[in-house]
């Protein structure tokens, strides 16, 4: 062991400095432990080990550093320690980013009696959340019986975190009954202001345990209330919180109401660890309890020595309440019987047809002689109308299913335990997914391509006109060449489209609901005189429900035609690739250019290459997002695709083509 790490250096200087208070103390205690390489503990463990070694061959000097341990701790506040750090702050995302970013530009002077800002001096490296998580607690344990603060004999510091245990206990109670007055709250559910709520009960139920446990430590022959019909109260709140949570996904979300359950809920789990720390009795668990705390703690603390974790934690919930209503909408992309199947298949071949028709009105537009900005509109237009038609005809476009079939694999996760998936089910539900994305694209492909071919047929025997020239021809073909011509960039570009789209939709959904559109409508001023109330109700009800799909096919439609023209201004090579598009494309170009079958094969892989770009990319992307918003993961890679090899190997056929009868 080097000179720099033998413990009894530093318990010489801790000793040597008799000024130093407890947070320096501490700083240095935790310097001195803490690894070069945050993800391996194994130094840390044997650092510990020896310093348990050192205290216990000085024991004069053990019994001085833990009297100027005691002393602080005995003096400091520990309140904000328990309602401060680890719960969403009731200012608001925007308040609370812009107080930490003045703080790192100008940071506030330190309270040394603040154990909150104690903590944070100590644990200062934003690293330290990572190797405090990964030390077992039996090392943190045995460090303080070294140190004797678990021996009992000294109660001083006990008596004051438990004066201070039971003061977080009233204070974080009271906050929850008062949020039974949240605008938002009474919004999703007004019934909760006309009865005593859960909210209200446990903070009576809170505040006679506490009373009653501040008489037992003055008098112990008295009897100690229990805290079993609490912690009823309790999960009857976590009910009640899981209950408006679900009642958002249909009446609407926004980030402060995410952000205040989400508090809500972090606020019930700090106080069901605070009752397991005042059990009169110490035990295993209560010494578990404490070090599960003080790990939570500290991580959070370490965390926020920045704004990305305030980021990720506000976006990551305002992600969950737009990918909830995408995740809604995609379990009708998953089909399960043939029915289903063959249906979807039927709806993507009439939309093959539209999008066949698109295509030709796109390639008629290029014939106008457009300046690029009226060219960049139109085609938007053409795309936007066209994309909205096929929803309107409950029609299927394949590269929209991504980001809905993502989301809704994200809830299938989310709902089994510990939020990892079982690679079997999951396994299922890939094959499903890809099977009616298989049907989808096979009735888009399958109908716009020989439409294609039959239009231009049609105009060439009837109208004696080729529906392109030579030059155009040459320039839609070059467009489907996957590396020459950059198909694969431009089908990765539409992908991303594709997802952003879906976004767009469902947060356009989640706005709908949240401000109850469908309900303003039916009563606005304007619309009571100019229409009877059938057709204000009619009028109402399709707006709540084709609202975020609408204007979200319009947003894509957008995207895509903007793509080309922004290539123009900058001129960077951009435009986009969409497999059905693509067909069509294919399709007009054969009849102008009389393509030979073997030339005409390659083109068409490479317009499959197309659509499986538009669907990784998009797919790859929601479930991205999707799994982050929710905070689950897929698990093992390795066990999800062996999984999936023996679902493929025992029913080869489920891969294109569903069975009989549901597995479900």
């Known amino acids: 062991m080097s000179q720099a790490d033998d413990p009894a250096d530093l318990l010489t200087a801790l000793e040597d400095e008799p000024d130093i208070d407890l947070a320096e103390i501490l700083r240095r205690l935790v310097d001195w432990l803490r690894p070069d390489d945050p993800r391996n503990v194994a130094p840390v463990i044997a650092r510990l080990e020896s310093l348990v070694l050192a205290l216990q061959d000085q024991p004069a000097l053990r019994e001085r550093l833990r009297e100027r341990l005691e002393a602080g701790l005995e003096d400091a506040r520990h ?26 530009i100008n940071p506030s002077p330190m309270d040394r009696t603040d154990l909150r800002d104690v903590l944070y001096h100590v644990f200062h490296d934003p690293d330290d959340a990572v190797w405090v998580a990964r030390l077992p607690d039996d090392a943190w344990l045995r460090l303080l019986s070294a140190l004797g603060c678990l021996s009992g004999e000294h109660p001083g510091v006990l008596e004051r975190a438990r004066e201070e245990i039971l003061y977080a206990l009233e204070m974080l109670s009271i906050w929850i009954a008062a949020e039974e007055l949240e605008p ?188 690029e900005g009226w060219y960049a509109f139109w085609s938007s237009l053409n795309y936007g109308l066209g994309f909205v038609l096929i929803h309107m005809l409950h029609l299927t476009v394949a590269t929209k299913q991504p980001a809905m079939t993502a989301a809704r694999m994200a809830a299938a996760i989310e709902q089994t335990e510990r939020g990892t998936a079982d690679p079997s089910k999951l396994a299922d539900l890939l094959v499903r997914v890809g099977r009616s994305q298989f049907a989808a694209i ?27 020239d030579s030059t155009k021809a040459g320039y839609l073909l070059d467009g489907l060449r996957p590396v020459a011509g950059l198909a694969l960039l431009f089908a990765a570009i539409a992908g991303v489209w594709l997802f952003v789209s879906g976004l767009v939709a469902g947060w356009l959904d989640n706005r709908c609901a949240y401000l109850d559109l469908p309900g303003r409508l039916r ?73 030979a079958l073997a030339t005409f094969g390659l083109f068409l892989a490479f317009v499959l290459l197309i659509g499986a770009i538009n669907l990784w990319v998009s797919f790859g992307l929601a479930l991205y997002v999707a799994l982050r918003a929710r905070g689950v993961r897929i698990g093992s890679p390795a066990r999800l695709l062996r999984a999936y090899g023996r679902h493929l190997r025992r029913h080869p056929a489920e891969f294109l083509l569903p069975p009989p009868r549901s597995r479900d």
Request: with cysteine; aromatic share 8%.
């Open 442 to 468: 096979l009735g888009n492909v399958g109908v716009a391509l020989p439409m294609a071919l039959f239009i231009g047929l049609f105009a060439l025997s009837v109208f004696e006109q080729p529906v392109l």
């Open 184 to 371: 938002e709250l009474l919004r999703l559910d007004p019934s909760i202001a006309e009865r005593n709520s859960a909210f209200v009960a446990q903070e009576r139920e809170i505040a006679a345990y506490v009373r009653e446990y501040r008489a037992w430590l003055q008098d112990p022959t008295c009897e100690r209330r229990d805290d079993r019909h609490a912690r009823v109260l309790l999960e009857q709140c976590a009910e009640q919180i899981e209950k408006l949570r679900t009642l958002s996904h249909s009446r609407g979300n926004s980030l402060s109401l995410t952000h205040l359950l989400e508090r809500l809920n972090q606020t019930l789990a700090r106080i069901h660890k605070l009752l397991d720390l005042l059990e009169p009795e110490e035990s295993a668990t209560t010494r578990a309890t404490a070090v599960g705390l003080f790990r939570e703690l500290v991580t959070t603390s370490a965390r926020r020595h920045g704004v990305r974790a305030l980021w990720q934690d506000n976006i990551r919930q305002v992600s969950r309440s737009v990918t909830q209503h995408v995740s809604d909408t995609g379990e009708k992309y998953i089909t399960r019987g043939r029915q289903e199947y063959f249906g979807m298949l039927g709806s993507g071949a009439g939309a093959g047809v539209i999008i066949a028709l698109m295509a030709l009105i796109k390639i008629q537009i290029g014939h106008l002689g457009l300046s």
């Open 523 to 595: 009563e606005h001023p304007l619309l009571r005189r100019l229409l009877p109330q059938r057709a204000r109700h009619g009028l109402a009800n399709w707006v709540g429900y084709h609202y975020g799909a609408v204007l979200g096919n319009m947003v894509f439609g957008a995207l895509l035609g903007a793509t080309g023209y922004v290539g123009y201004l900058t001129g960077l090579p951009l435009d986009i690739q969409h497999v059905a598009f693509a067909s069509a494309n294919l399709g007009y170009v054969t009849v102008n250019e009389g393509l």
């Open 79 to 104: 309140l904000t320690l328990y309602t401060g750090i680890g719960l969403f702050s009731r200012r608001g995302f925007f308040r609370e980013a812009a107080e930490l970013l003045y703080e790192r």
